[in-house]
């Protein structure tokens, strides 16, 4: 039995020198060095007593190694385990207890905090730098640079990825070898990736979006990633004449619509510009394609999927939309009372079918079984629509329909039309206490840099725009939106700044 996602993504590389990496400071690391050290801490890791299923729970910063640690992890069997790195102690020690991890690998400077919690869960620890030193870099050191890949199944598990629990406990995503291969290989042929490609890779590699879409998407394919720390303006604007792709949230592409250094001239030599993980406003998918001569492709994907649609690499590329589904990939909107399929332009329930979708949640057979149906479509916790020619429309997340009065009322909707106001650069509608209507819609408005929003202007419009049970029932500006590490809007952090904005 071979091992499914090592001999696709990495063994066809082995003795290549071709650039795999290309780092701030312009060294490269070939393909062959890249995997010669992944061999080498896959030795430390089996040396370390960890066995084919066995997990490992990873929180370092990004850097050649830990993209290393988890090419190591799949040659060995292993299930790998990124993790945030922001995340507490007390978040690691959920994290690592739930997992059963056999081994956590952190940053140097954090050692002394973990090692307690980390031998209390019955856990190894070892550690790796951004600069690539730690004691499992000592480990490594001297090992030999090639390893005897461990055989494993299609449907072995690969990766956990943890949801990130804005509404409990996370739940730990299991991710099998042919969800992450099938997925890989959709988007290179979807996406037109060859080995020719050079990536703009600045997302961080504990998130599905820049580990398992950028990364995995770059080893099917044979290309090259520019791999930046982090997003950094300065170092997007220098490395961009050297790409063809780049892959981002929002916030990236309007961070940089904010520098006049993004021109038509810069990105001459780009063939695809990808935005994902969070919704991408209309406005900046216009004012990106006025700028630079370049259409976003917005598709939608999530940590149990990876992706699952796409707006064509050839054809029109829908702002507001995330496309169609992907070869291969099955996605319905449903009733969700009844589970029953909607009509073209009816709002409900999005679900999920395909080689993609995950194997279930971790130890959670009772929250599987609640949204992994018994035909394998998967219940994503979105509310979408399909428009009259066939494209996605995401409108929200299930609890973030507010239902007022007993009128259900999408926050998507009220947010495009806010959007569109003069003034206004993005908004974000939640659902509050209302002792009257058991809840009701509050629009929180940021306004563009240096403009004042006509907060009465705005009410005139969504009045003329909207039946009146949709109506916000204030409007209050702030300077910026909560959001997560990939750019998500975290409106349970709304939802509990203005609890009581109708009740006190």
């Not at 071979?2 to 393909?31: K, M, T, V």
């Not at 042929?189 to 890779?201: G, I, K």
């Not at 791999?227 to 961009?240: G, T």
């Not at 039946?467 to 809007?489: C, I, S, W």
Request: proline letters at 6%; glycine letters at 8%; charged letters at 25%.
């Amino acid at each position: 039995m071979a091992n499914h996602l090592y001999d696709s993504l990495f063994a066809p590389h082995a003795g290549q020198d071709r650039p795999f990496l290309i780092l701030p400071d312009g060294d490269r690391i070939s393909y062959a060095a890249f995997l010669a050290r992944a061999a080498q801490f896959a030795h430390a890791i089996t040396d370390a007593g960890l066995a084919p299923g066995d997990r490992l729970a990873v929180q370092v910063e990004k850097s050649p190694e830990a993209l290393a640690i988890y090419a190591a992890c799949v040659q060995a069997g292993v299930v790998f385990l990124p993790l945030n790195t922001g995340y507490t102690c007390d978040e690691l020690s959920y994290f690592v207890e739930n997992s059963g991890a056999r081994l956590l690998v952190c940053d140097p400077a954090r050692a002394d905090a973990l090692r307690g919690m980390a031998e209390g869960q019955g856990a190894q620890l070892l550690t790796l730098g951004a600069d690539g030193t730690g004691s499992l870099a000592d480990a490594a050191a001297g090992k030999p640079d090639s390893f005897d890949t461990v055989a494993r199944h299609a449907d072995d598990l690969a990766a956990f990825l943890y949801t990130s629990g804005t509404t409990g406990r996370s739940k730990g995503a299991m991710l099998t070898q042919d969800n992450l291969l099938s997925n890989a290989q959709t988007l290179v042929d979807f996406w037109r990736f060859t080995e020719d490609d050079v990536l703009l890779h600045a997302l961080p590699i504990f998130h599905t979006h820049g580990l398992f879409v950028a990364t995995n998407t770059t080893l099917a394919a044979g290309s090259t990633m520019i791999f930046l720390p982090k997003f950094d303006p300065d170092a997007m604007i220098e490395r961009l004449p050297q790409a063809t792709a780049m892959m981002g949230v929002p916030t990236f592409y309007t961070r940089l619509l904010d520098d006049d250094r993004l021109t038509r001239d810069l990105t001459r030599n780009m063939r695809l510009f990808v935005s994902g993980s969070a919704p991408l406003l209309a406005d900046t998918h216009e004012k990106f394609a006025a700028r630079t001569g370049h259409r976003i492709l917005e598709r939608y994907g999530m940590t149990e999927t990876n992706m699952n649609t796409s707006n064509p690499y050839d054809g029109e590329r829908r702002p507001g939309t995330v496309g169609q589904p992907l070869p291969g990939v099955e996605v319905k909107v449903t009733d969700p009372e009844t589970g029953k399929t909607l009509p073209q332009g009816e709002t409900g329930q999005v679900e999920v079918r395909g080689p993609n979708v995950f194997k279930g949640y971790w130890q959670m057979p009772e929250k599987t079984a609640a949204e992994l149906r018994e035909d394998g479509f998967f219940i994503t916790g979105d509310l979408g629509r399909y428009d009259e020619d066939g494209y996605l429309q995401i409108v929200g997340r299930d609890k973030d329909l507010i239902i007022s009065g007993g009128y259900n009322i999408y926050p998507k909707e009220i947010e495009l039309v806010l959007d569109d106001q003069p003034g206004v650069l993005e908004s974000a509608v939640i659902g509050v206490p209302h002792a009257d209507f058991g809840e009701t819609p509050l629009a929180v408005i940021v306004p563009e840099k240096g403009m004042q929003p006509d907060l009465d202007a705005i009410a005139e419009a969504v009045r003329t725009a909207l039946a009146r049970y949709k109506h916000p029932r204030d409007f209050r500006v702030v300077q910026e939106l909560p959001r997560n590490t990939m750019g998500k809007v975290q409106k349970n952090v709304l939802r509990d700044t203005y609890r009581d904005a109708f009740t006190a």
